[in-house]
Every structure is written in C-alpha cells, then in structure tokens.
C-alpha cells in the first residue's frame, strides 16, 4: 500500500485484481529460442562440473529462458509501453534488443551472486547430491578418520571445507556455500562436527524428502466406515457398480439388491424361485453385468448363466447344462455388438463363450420356451450358433479362484491355489494358425452334436508360447492387471502382494509387505497409480505403485467393519471401497478440494504458527496436520519439509533458539520437541510425567549465561527446561516448578507467554488475567485483569481472553513512568496499555479492530514505535505508539489491509528487510511490506524477490481477500447485502455471493 493511504487496497477500484503480464518480449524470445537448443542449468538431470562459474556460461537464449518475468518487468518499468505491439514497436524493440539482452544478463548475474550468498548450502546440497558415490563417501569419511587419528574427534568448518572440495571434487565452490552447509549440521553451534554428524544429516535429510514425496500422495478413507446393516446371514457374492453409481448385490439365495452409492437400499428383488419341497433351492455362485447391453448375468449351482435386463430385474434369457458349476464369472466388452463371456470352474478349467452380433442373439435366445419363466437354451445348441465361438481350456490342477477376461491385453487370466500354476495369463484362441482352428472349430458346429461335444467339452491345452505361467508360493486368490503400468499384482495365503511384470514369470519387481492375514482382494487404481487391498482380518491397505509403499492402512478397529468378508469391490467413480460382511459398508476416500485456478495455499491444512530465522533466511510454518516446511524467504520456494511430529498431534507453537539453529515446537499432545529443521531429525523431546495438556506458546528464555525452554498450556503451569545440547538424554523432564505459580499461579488455560530482558515475563491466560513474573526469583511482581469499557459491560458471552500480549520497551513512551510497558489483546477488538513497573497500572485502551473482532497476535518493530496487530478474521492494522495518549481518543492505523479471510495465527516484523510475515487459518502464509503491499504467498508457482518490488504480486491482492465479502468495496447496495457475519461464517458465504449476483 502506498504511503499515507488510508483505505484498504481492496476497496479500490483500480486494485481489484492484477494479473502479470507477460513481457512484449516474450514471443520474439520465443521464436529466436525455438531455434536454439541450448538446455538450462540445473543441479539434477545434468553432470555438475567441478568449476561452478560453469553453471551459469550459458547462451543468450538461455538467460532469456531462465530469466523471472519480475526482472523483465523491472529492467522494463521506465519505459512507457502501450498493450499492443504494432510494426513500429517490434522495429524499435529490435534495435533495443542486443543492449537489453546485456543488461538482462549482467542483471541475471548479479540478482544471481545475491542470491548465492544467502541460499549458498542449498546450492552445495544439490552439488553433494550429484557428486556422492561410494567411491566419494570412502575418501571423505578416510579424511574425517585422518583428523581423529590426530587426536581430534570432529572437524571445523575450514577444515570441512578442504575436505568437501577435495573428496567430492568440487574445488570451486566458495567457502561461503560450505559455510552454510556447515551450519546446517552443525545445529548446536559448537564449530565442530564428526563424520556422524554429517552421515546422520546426509540420511535424514533424504528420508524426509522421501517422506514428503510420499505424503504429497498420501490418502486416507473416512473413519469409520458407513455401514449397513444386513439382517440375513446369506453372503453377498459379488458387489459391481453401473455407469449411473448404482450399486448392485446378489446374495447366494439369489436376491438382487440395489443400493445408493451411501447406501440406501433403491431396489430389492428375489431372482430364484422357491422350488419343490423335497428339492434344494438354487444357489448363485458369481455375477457380473453387461453394462453395454443392460444385462445382469448370474451363475448358478444348477450349472446354468442367468441373464436378466437390468434396468427392471426381468428375467430374460438362460444358457443352461453347462458342464460344471460356474464358480467365478466374468464379462468383457470386445467390440461393437461383441463380447466375451467367461468362467472357471472346479475342475481348473477355464471356458470361453465368444459371442458376435450380440444383440441379435440374445433376442433369438429370448424368444425360446420357457423353462421355469426364464427363456431356455442348452449351450450344445447356444454353441451351433454361427455367432457363437467356445473355447475350453484346461489351465490349473485345483479350483480356479478368479478368472478375468483384459480387452487392452486381449488375454484370459486365471488363478488357483495351486503352486505350479498359481496363476496363467492365456490367450482367447490358439494364436497358432488362430483363423485355421477359428475355422475348424465353426465347420465342426454343423457335422453334428457328437463331435460338437466332443470338441467343445473336452478341455484342451493351451500351447506354452500361447500362455505365460507363474509359479507363487502357496497360490493366488486374487489378482488384477494393469495396462497402463503394464502391471500385475497377486496376493494369496502367504499374506504378500507381489508386483510383476506380466510379460515375464521370472520374480517379481517388488513385493509388498503389511498383511498380517490372507489377501481376499486386489485392485489397481491406475489413475492414480495406487493399489487397493484386502485381507481376511477386514484390513484395507492403499500403496503407492511407484515407491512400493503403503499409504493408508484401514484397520477393522478404526473402520468398525466386523464378521467375514465375502465380497469387495472399488469404484473408481464414487472413490469408493464397497465391503459386504455381517454389514455392507462402504470405505469412501478422503477427496482434497479442488481449489480454484488462482488459489494458492502454503499448506493443506490449517498453518497454526510461523516465524522467521534471520540465521539462514528461512521461513518456517507448522500446520494442524503435523507437518513442518521450510521456505526461502528471498523467493518463497519450498527448500524443506518434515512431517509425523507430535505423534500426528497438532502444532501450536515454535520458537527458534537463541542461535537460530534448532526449531522448538510445542504440540496438542502436551510435549515439546527440539528439531534440527535443516533435515528433519528430533533432537530432543521435552516433556512432563504424568498427564500431559495441550501446549500454548513456548519462548527460548536467556537468564544470564543460562538457557531455558518455557513452556505454557492448559495445566495452568510455568515449565521450564535447561537447554543442554550435550545432554544424551532423548527425552527431559522440566524443573520444579516456581513456589508462586504452585500456590498463586493461573486458574485458567494459559494462552501466551512474553519476555522482556533481562529478568521479567508476563503471562496471560483464557479468563483475561495477565501475570508479570521475575525469571530470577521466580515470584509473581503483578497481576491485573483486563477491563472492560463501558459499552462491553453487559455484552452476553463476551470473550475475555488475552491470546497475545508483548512488551513495548522504548524511551520515547509517553505517560509512562518508566520505559517499559505491556500491551495486551482485550475484548472487541480492544488493546490494553499497562505500565508494568508501576505494579501493574492501567494506562488506556483503544480499539484496534475497525470490526471489533479479537486481537489474535500482536509485533513491534525494533528501530521505531510501530505496533502491528492482527485480528481473527484476517486484518492487520499499524498503529503509531509515540503518538498514544491515553486521554485522547484511540489513534488512527497508520495503514490497515486484509491480509487473509481468516484468523491470523502468524505475525513477525522483518525490521532488516522491512516486512511483514502472516499465516492464517487460511491455508496460507504470506509476505508483506511495511505498509501492507502483497509480496506474494509462500508456495505460489512464481518466485519473488524481497528487494525488487517489481516482482512482488502487488499491486494485486491474494484472490482469496479479493472475492471476499468484507474485502468488497463500501457501496450502498454491498453494506445491503455484505453483512460481518458472513465473513465470519464462511457456510453462509455461497449463499451470499449467490444473492449479491443476483443484485448484478
């Protein structure tokens, strides 16, 4: 926001929205580009050489390919350019091109050097990742045991450096890039490091980089499952879906159940009718559906396929006096008017109904007698049929578990509990002289039914070259295949899942590990490369096909499945996983919102802190969900990220230590846990015996050459910890506590702790009382209660809590005794003034929020008496403290602006670079300069520059303030229709975006 602009940047008119454009460069660039193939750098993909200046020799095409648009814009902003670019502007821009081709280029170089010396370890990271090999580690860790057999243990950072250049070959980088590597491992400061430190970084660094490969595919099912309850003790068969997400089931009795993809039973239907007395009723071994025809095809015990139109259940047609019971039935889609229909059986066989012109058949087939209401044909007399092709095929010694039929492989596979042939993956016909035995097989249809029995009903086998056989430990109950990935996966009895490559039957490429109990059921999800799992104990796993790893696991304990599973199925459709046991229920995968195309988010979940390390020049933000990223602050990139602290528990708090070194983090589960967030590694927890609650702020405290954690929460306590580094104790237990805070302390939740150096803190709890300590004595020096102003008085449900409080240490403080006071978050919008060292006196209030909405954080600058304060539904305000007097009415913001849509839960002054960091319950953390202008959000696809205001989205807003309601302009028909419950309640925002259209 510019200088001495008072209103939102929101509310104007010409900010509402601005788009980079792209420079009028850009397709002459392009075309000139398209002819060179010059390829940029980059520290993966491309051999590092040992002169780095290499990296950075390029042709001209390739600087203007590599070169940001904000550099563009900026070399460019002096020049008045119109929109378009006529015959006369590409002339001129011709002449200007060679000189601006060089300053781009002297630009990109310096930008460059600059942007080296802060991110320098970064870069030597990406160097050491290339230049390690076995070869490499063995020289460096000789080098390492060369300074140990000199009686030293560990190495400094310039004795590090000649080693690193030496051993990885990397003699031109600077000292200052290994500098920052240096740091990186040496998190305690101590100047030193061993060979296990820097082979302990190395690892866990590239652990969690797997990590954060991993979860960025991670996904989860909604716990518990939603379950039906079946009051029958028949099993369901099979479960299929229909194109329009019907669910279908067929019971063993023959009942056919229609369900809702929820699982409201639609439809329900008895296919069977109930037979003599003295004879058994039938029974159905398998279904599937012929969804391109409308048909619903059902096996039977009585050695028949059932047929019967979809849509209404009414019996159509059947292919009776099969040989032997269908156990398992498939169907496959293999042309216009063709398809495949396909069993196994007892026997090992596997038979094939090839049917062309299938509509017409089937109308024939349906216009015979009726046996028992359902039109009736043998298959000796289905398979005379000229339309009609059947194949027997003798594949396995035991009973045929599953068979399926693959169109993109054009290939029948079957699988059985039987070792030698566990599974076989065949063809349809012979492919030997196919059309010569296509023939043979229809001219013996017509000589009679005692050769076409003969023929068709004595099992053949296939040749060995028409067939690939796999040979699997205690055999395959299920399996699918996948063209995409050309993949194949079994599992069986031995509890492992075993990847394949189908063509080959030598071993498998991967098996994965994570059952504890047979596996009943496989799928692959190619579409998301992922494999769904089931095992008889009613676990559900999803892995990852690419890193072989499990991402979810389902437990019948967290899904509330119980009783024996007999049938499962995926649909793909709904992203749903459909189980019938004692209860049909349905696992539904847990869809992350589509954001719209000019969102953009830092995380994925709520950001619950943030900060600032001055050491690296990082940014740091902890989320709801656990995870921790790392971001360059020059750029906004994402450098690092690690995930699972807490035990998945929600972080509410960080701090850095004095060094900035080390990150602490206090957690939901009530404990603390030191980080070397460099790489990931947990150095350190900190935590109480007994019962643990819910930490609220936490602050590294100094007391003359001591170092403390403290800590303060929801028991209402003071905990403070040593900071020893060279303590080998994993986990620490905090001192006793202060007599005053055992018999005095707070009787309510303690939401923040501040210091103010040398001895004195002051803590503020949920009930609105503030207690100032001295750290030395360990007694309380005041305490007071936030008061309320005269229209708050009989406010109902009035939030009298203090989330934030700080000290103001400045000479320049008027109206105060002394230099110091404290300045605390109070009721609507309120902030209190206390002078400390006068026992804790009320100096004045003020409103700081224009919407009276509680003050969630608050920040000083160093250099000056800026106050910045940030309330719960996004806005931040700046207020000049030199200028308050208490007597006078409340001072006005210097500048105020929307910088989220929801609670700030993040604020840090920058004083060195003059910027504002946030995060908010939004998803987002953001950066800002002094005054309000929007640098960018972390994680947002362009980079920015913090000292090129040019490549700062401003004058732009974030899209999400932008089609905010309270981000609209103040206009007469908006205050109408914008009211500061929507804001709040972002439910009803769709309705009230949806009236304020209607006004348009």
Known sequence: MPFGKKTRSSSVSGRLETQHATSM??????????????????????????????????????????????????????????????????????????????????????????YLNVKHSDYVNCLIDEAISLDNLQKLKLAFEDFEAGGLRSIDAKNFGRVVKKCLGLPKTSNAQIQGLFKKIDYSGQGRISWGDFSKHMIQEYKERQETARRSKQVAFTLPATMKALCHGIPIINIHSTHDETVVT?????????????????????????????????????????????????????????????????????????????????????????????????????????????????????????????????????????????????????????????????AVVSSSNEEPSSLVIGCVLPLTDAEQQLGEIREACYEGKTKKVQLSWTPQRRAAHDQTVFSIYKGVKTFDLCQKHSLLVTGGMDRLIRMWNPHFSGNPTGILKGHSAPIIHLCIFSEDSQIFSVSIDRTVKVWDIQDQCCLFTADPKASGIHGDISACSYSSALKSFYIAADCMAVLSLKI???????????????????????????VVSCTEGSVVKVWDFDTGRQVFEFGGTHNLSAITCMTFDPKGRRLVTGGRDGCLK???????????????????????????????????????????????????PEDLHHVQRPQPSWQDDLKNGHKDDILCVAQCPPSLIATSSYDGEIIVWNVVSGRIQCRFVSPLLAEHQNVEGLDTSVPSIIFLKNSKLQHFSSATALLSSGAMGCINLWNVLSGGKFMGSFKASRYQQKITKLAKTDKDMLLYAADRIGYIYVYNMEKFAPAQ?????????????????????????????????????????????????????????????????????????????????????LNVQTRLSDAINPDKTGAHLGELKALS
């Open 889 to 973: 009415k409340s001072p006005r913001a210097e500048h105020f602006w929307r910088a989220h849509t929801s609670r700030i839960t993040g604020l840090q002054i920058v004083d060195n670079d003059q910027v504002v960091l946030t995060s908010s319950a939004d998803y987002t953390v953001r950066l800002w300069s002094a005054h309000g202008e929007f640098i960018g959000t972390f994680g947002q696809p362009e980079s920015w520059s913090v000292h090129v205001p040019s490549s700062w989205k401003h004058p732009a807003v974030p899209y999400q303030v932008l089609i905010d309601p309270l981000s609209m302009p103040d206009h007469e028909i």
């Open 25 to 114: 460069l850009s397709e002459l660039w392009s075309a000139e580009d398209r002819t060179r193939s010059t390829s940029g750098p980059g520290c993966r993909g491309k051999k590092i050489t040992d002169d780095f200046s290499a990296h950075r020799r390029v042709g001209v095409s390739e600087d203007r390919q590599q070169q940001p648009e904000w550099l563009v814009r900026e070399l460019l902003r002096q020049n008045r350019r119109r929109h378009s670019v006529t015959l006369g502007d590409e002339v001129q821009i011709m002449r200007r091109q060679r000189s601006i081709d060089l300053t781009l280029r002297l630009s990109s170089l310096k930008v460059h050097n600059t």
């Open 250 to 410: 067929v019971r063993e009795d023959g009942v056919v159940c229609y369900w809702s993809p929820e699982l409201k039973p639609l439809k329900t239907k008895t296919m069977f009718k109930q037979g003599p007395a003295n004879r058994k009723s039938k029974w159905a071994s398998d279904f599937t559906l012929m969804k391109e025809f409308n048909k619903l095809m059902i096996g039977t015990g009585d050695r028949e396929i059932q047929l019967y139109e979809l849509s209404t259940l009414e019996p159509y047609c059947q292919i009776n006096a099969l040989d032997t019971v269908p156990l398992t039935l498939d169907y496959g889609y293999t042309g216009p008017d063709k398809c495949c229909v396909l069993y196994g059986d007892m026997e090992g066989c596997v038979t094939i109904i090839l049917i062309s012109c299938v509509g017409d058949t089937l109308r024939l087939w349906n216009k015979l007698p009726k046996i028992e209401n359902m039109p009736n044909i043998a298959v000796d007399n289905a398979v005379l049929s000229p339309n009609v092709t059947f194949v027997r095929w003798k594949v396995h010694q035991d009973w045929v578990t599953q068979a399926k039929y693959f169109q993109g492989f054009q």
């Open 674 to 724: 030191i980080w070397n967030f460099n790489n990931g590694q947990c150095l350190k927890t900190l935590k109480k015996d007994g019962e643990c609650h819910e930490v609220g702020d936490c602050i590294f405290l100094q007391v003359h050459r001591n170092v403390y954690v403290m800590s303060v929460g929801r028991d209402r306590m003071i905990d403070i910890y040593p900071d020893i």
């Open 592 to 618: 992350r919102p589509q954001l719209h195309s000019r969102l953009t988010v830092s995380h994925n979940e709520t950001v619950m802190c943030c900060g600032y390390n001055e050491e690296f020049r990082q």
